[in-house]
T-cell receptor, first 112, second 114 residues
């Protein structure tokens, strides 16, 4: 599975959009981009995933560049409860689970 | 009720003791996983199971064993606990096919080995 690169930390003002970038320049054609977050030692929480089209759900939007080498997770109106570590993961559902890699993610702090 | 539950939530044990962490799920998923997380680090995969008769080692399986008693239950054992197994342990489930391997995590078990 392709590796990802994320900034270690970001701040966002409460009520503003939080845009979290992820680079995955070695992504292959059958690999999906997944985003999870972990709030202070709780179990990681699934946010959204996509293959090549932009995706939106009740939590966030995922924008994937046309060449698929990078993506951005957008939290449209960040709240204090969105403070968490956000993980970008790239993998193919067809591969074995033994190479799932969470990495160290981006620590997002939402500021009042 | 939570879809993925873990027991115990916290455990303190001594070096050399055998302990078991349990995971149950009501999501009806075939695939289950055990991860550990150390402070400041990402999650690392210990073992995973794609169905009741399937057990596979992850990247850090040494010192651990698992049992898949039923589709809904996946237990992790530390045969002889050592201090560097002090960590936060997470169980997860996924349903291959319907959601492209989206994983759903339990609340975690915080383990301290003295």
């Amino acid at each position: 599975d392709a590796k990802t690169t994320q900034p270690p930390s970001m701040d966002c003002a409460e009520g503003r959009a939080a845009n979290l970038p992820c680079n995955h320049s070695t992504i292959s054609g059958n690999e999906y981009v997944y985003w999870y977050r972990q709030i202070h030692s709780q179990g990681p929480q699934y946010i959204i995933h996509g293959l090549k089209n932009n995706e939106t759900n009740e939590m966030a939007s995922l924008i994937i560049t046309e060449d698929r080498k990078s993506s951005t997770l957008i939290l449209p109106h960040a709240t204090l409860r969105d403070t968490a570590v956000y993980y970008c993961i790239v993998r193919s559902p067809q591969t074995g689970a033994n190479n799932l890699f969470f990495g160290t993610g981006t620590r997002l702090t939402v500021i009042p | 009720d939570a879809d993925v539950t873990q027991t115990p939530r916290n455990r303190i044990t001594k070096t050399g003791k055998r302990i078991m962490l349990e995971c149950s799920q009501t999501k009806g998923h075939d695939r289950m996983y055990w991860y550990r997380q150390d402070p400041g680090l990402g999650l690392r995969l210990i073992y995973y199971s794609f169905d009741v008769k399937d057990i596979n080692k992850g990247e850090i399986s040494d010192g651990y064993s698992v049992s898949r008693q039923a589709q809904a239950k996946f237990s992790l054992s530390l045969e002889s606990a050592i201090p560097n197994q002090t960590a936060l342990y997470f169980c997860a489930t996924s349903d291959f096919g319907r959601s492209q391997e989206t994983q759903y995590f339990g609340p975690g078990t915080r383990l301290l080995v003295l």
